[in-house]
């Protein structure tokens, strides 16, 4: 075998290994490769936190700090405990308050619209705003000093089915015609008291719009005025035995009484009596007249 022969031979063996080993291991040399789809990650932005300050000014007069009352939504009772930031400013608030007795804090509780209002007063920030009071009052400051409001706010967001302070403060001068509005306020209860109604042998109520805001009437002017009561007085029709219609209107009484004082009013401002079938307002003979003797009447002292 010659020498070019051999060189002939040997560049044929490698065409053919080299062919070989490109079919065997590189099928898939030389192709478009497909990059995997990228997923974008969807952030949701939260809706700010609404959150309202513990805070009041009058003057030189300062207080303010980041923590508040807290409700759960669709309720009236405070949250606890309440932050020792808070108890710092109530004594701020009683200091300032008892050495300037011509000042009041306005107290405006807000709520949202499709929130369901069980409390007896017209609306749930009212509620909230008597509940802060009542702390308050209970912690030294006189309720003579404290106006308290309600008002719809439905730009609310809450964190964790909690409204974070849905109160708000501000310190005014007393109205100078508040002892007049007071008397026209005890004028117009006492022409109109509150009436709760009852079936035969019932004790349960449900408050109407009215209702609702002769109760806060009441609240507001046993606050107000020094020495003030209620009396609530139950009564019946006159079916059955006397006692036991004595017996049954003293329960309704009582009952009323509890409603007002779970909704803040002072126990020790309520008295509770029964008159049972006595003082009918209209006649036994019917059922409708009946109904209207089966009744609970407030009325301010």
């Known amino acids: 075998m010659t020498k070019t022969t ?6 044929l063996i490698t065409i053919l290994a080299g062919t070989y080993f490109y079919i065997t291991y590189c099928s898939e040399c030389g192709a478009v490769v497909k990059e995997e789809p990228v997923t974008e990650a969807v952030i949701t932005k939260e809706p700010n936190v609404t959150s309202y300050p513990f805070a009041f000014s009058d003057g030189d007069y300062t207080y303010s700090n980041n923590d508040n009352y807290n409700f759960k939504i669709a309720t009236s009772s405070i949250l606890m405990p309440i932050s ?3 108890e710092e400013g109530i004594t701020s608030l009683k200091s300032f308050l008892g050495n300037n007795t011509s000042k009041v804090i306005n107290i405006t509780g807000y709520y949202k619209s499709d929130e369901t209002n069980a409390s007896a007063f017209p609306n749930l920030g009212l509620a909230r705003a008597n509940s802060v009071k009542n702390h308050l009052v209970a912690n030294g400051i006189s309720s003579t ?8 706010r439905d730009e609310m967001v809450a964190k964790d089915e909690i409204y974070l302070g849905p109160i708000t403060y501000r310190l005014d001068s007393k109205a100078e015609n508040a002892d007049d509005e007071l008397q026209a306020l005890y004028e117009k209860l ?8 009852f079936n035969t042998a019932q004790t349960s109520i449900n408050l109407n719009a009215e209702q609702r805001q002769k109760v806060a ?3 507001r002017y046993l606050d107000k005025v020094d020495g003030a009561s209620a009396n609530v007085i139950g009564y019946t029709d ?21 409603y007002l004082v779970r909704n803040g009013i002072s126990a020790n401002k309520i008295n509770a009596s029964s008159k049972g079938p006595d003082s009918p307002v209209t006649t036994n003979a019917t059922e409708e ?8 009447v407030i009325t301010l002292n």
């Open 190 to 197: 006492k022409a109109n008291p509150l009436v709760f109604h």
């Open 6 to 11: 051999t060189n002939l031979l040997g560049i």
């Open 217 to 219: 009437d009441i609240s």
């Open 289 to 296: 007249g009946r109904a209207e003797n089966r009744r609970t």
């Open 145 to 152: 000093q404290i106006n308290t409001i309600g008002n719809l």
């Open 238 to 258: 006159n079916t059955g035995n006397r006692n036991t219609n004595i017996t049954l209107g003293q329960e309704r009484a009582d009952f009323g009484k509890a």
């Open 84 to 86: 020792g930031k808070i």
